[in-house]
């Protein structure tokens, strides 16, 4: 079976918070600020996290579809344009 799609290269970090330090309290905004729609006091991701682990690996819709027909007893291959 030969599956098209994209091919990757994935950078995957791994971040273990503590008791929800991975959140800020601040504004939310639900709709575009000053339109009448912020709910004060929402839990927001922070801009700056620091990562426990960095990695890489190979992935993509075509990669991972092939990988996962694979697993199934299909022979399956990947193809995408480089």
């Known amino acids: 079976m030969l599956v098209c799609g994209a091919l990757a ?4 970090g791994e971040l273990t918070p503590d008791d929800g330090a991975f959140l800020r309290e ?3 905004y639900a ?3 000053g339109a ?3 709910a004060t006091g929402a839990a927001q991701p922070r801009l ?3 990562l426990d682990a960095l990695w ?12 996962g027909l694979a ?9 995408a344009a480089v």
Request: net charge positive; proline share 5%; aromatic share 8%.
């Open 26 to 28: 601040g504004t939310f």
């Open 71 to 79: 697993c199934q007893g299909l022979g399956a291959r990947p193809l």
């Open 9 to 12: 290269f994935d950078h995957i």
């Open 36 to 38: 009448g729609a912020a």
């Open 31 to 33: 709709a575009a600020p």
């Open 56 to 67: 890489q690996q190979l992935g993509g819709c075509a990669l991972n579809v092939s990988y």
């Open 48 to 50: 700056n996290l620091k």
